[in-house]
């Protein structure tokens, strides 16, 4: 296949959300390379089209679409993943990882089967369930919704009677399953998000909140639901007053508890998050993110711009170096690898 095949076709650029993938752009933009923003909230495909029309799909689908009045992208991203992989189009962030990106539910059952301590969970699909669920765990808790998202719907219920009191007004979210988790106090408020690209660790930032919110979305411009996408930039975490946002190197620990969880969830770019609990001192998983806005104004935190090193990965997927353009993330029986990324494969 000639080398210039893969940049003939545009990079695709699959996200609804108006204003999250501008920077992603303008460095697509400073390098010339073509590409196409896909906006799946208004969207259409057959299934017999089976000419690939991009040379690499950058999967940017966030849980959270539905509170952007979005309601359609949730559960058509994944046939549409699926349809841009059987064509053989390499997707970044692949519907593998967007299983678990979906799914708060299938992340705890990443921690459980990897030994990564998390926070005690019950997964329930009927509130009903949700008092004999919580009986079982130590107060406070809280109930996420599964399909979570820049902390939507999450409920903190100090006690029973205030569990009971407040059980109907819950909301378990647009798939009506829910984890009732243990609220683990953070010390110092704190909770750090690592970040990972190409089964490599990025950078990390250490977020203090200082106020009770749950709608803490430590890496992406958000805090929801923001009504506009001025408000959404506003509102970016290292100029939002409530939330003090710092780059920190997390324990050795953490970045390959990091890497194991992105990489069985077949997440090529993603951020994992965790706090370190006040009262032991053990630190727990909460969070399995395969959509990374990064910190807003990143090379000021970060001493570099993270869109720099993603913008080379995504090249890397179809540019000459890797001949004709393939799936970025192979699965094997085990799981996921990308023999591409293995450090034994002597690909020159
Ligand atoms: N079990 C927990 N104990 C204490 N704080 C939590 C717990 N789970 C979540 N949080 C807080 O709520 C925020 C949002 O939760 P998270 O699971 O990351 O949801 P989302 O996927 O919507 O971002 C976290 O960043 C953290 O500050
Ligand atoms: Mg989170």
Same mark, same amino acid.
């Given at each position: 296949m000639p080398e210039t095949m893969g940049m003939t076709r545009p990079i695709a650029i699959?996200?609804?959300?108006?204003?999250?993938s501008t920077r992603l752009l303008a460095e697509l933009d400073r390098r010339e390379l073509p590409w196409q923003k896909v906006d799946h909230s208004n969207h259409a495909y057959d299934p017999?089209? @089976?000419?690939?029309?991009?040379?690499?799909i950058v999967n940017r689908t966030?849980?959270?679409?539905?509170?952007?009045?979005?309601? #359609?992208?949730l559960f058509y991203a994944e046939p549409l993943l699926a349809h841009f992989e059987a064509l053989g189009i390499p997707v970044i962030n692949p519907v593998a990882a967007y299983r678990f990106e979906k799914s708060k539910a299938l992340q705890a059952g990443l921690f459980e089967q990897l030994g990564v301590r998390y926070p005690r969970a019950i997964v329930v699909n009927? @509130?009903?369930r949700i008092p004999a669920a919580a009986a079982s765990l130590r107060f406070p808790i809280v109930v996420k919704p599964?399909?979570? #998202?820049?902390?939507?719907?999450i409920t903190r219920f100090d006690s029973p009677q205030d569990l009971e009191t407040r059980l109907a007004s819950l909301d378990l979210g647009p798939d009506g399953t829910a984890l009732v988790q243990e609220y683990v106090e953070p010390r110092d408020g704190a909770i750090v998000r690592v970040e990972v690209l190409d089964g490599r660790y990025l950078y990390a930032i250490r977020i203090v909140r200082?106020?009770?919110?749950?709608?803490?979305?430590?890496?992406?411009?958000?805090?929801?639901?923001?009504?506009?996408a001025a408000n959404a930039l506003a509102a970016c975490p290292v100029d939002t007053p409530s939330l003090e946002v710092a780059r920190t190197e997390p324990p050795a620990e953490a970045v390959a508890a990091a890497i194991r969880l992105t990489r069985a969830a077949s997440i090529d770019v993603g951020g994992v998050e965790y706090l370190v609990g006040k009262h032991d001192g053990r630190m727990y998983f909460y969070d399995v993110n395969a959509t990374s806005n990064f910190v807003a104004n990143a090379p000021e935190?970060?001493?570099?711009?993270?869109f720099v090193p993603f913008v080379d990965f995504i090249q890397s997927c179809v540019g000459p170096r890797n001949g004709p353009p393939h799936p970025p993330t192979l699965r094997t029986s085990r799981g996921t690898r990308d023999a591409r990324r293995e450090p034994a494969s002597p690909r020159a």
């Open positions: 699959l996200d609804e959300h108006p204003e999250w017999r089209d @089976r000419e690939p029309q991009f040379s690499v966030s849980p959270s679409s539905h509170t952007r009045g979005h309601p #359609g992208v009927h @509130r009903g599964n399909v979570g #998202g820049s902390g939507a719907g200082r106020t009770d919110q749950f709608n803490l979305c430590p890496a992406d411009i958000c805090r929801t639901p923001a009504p506009d935190v970060l001493g570099f711009d993270p």
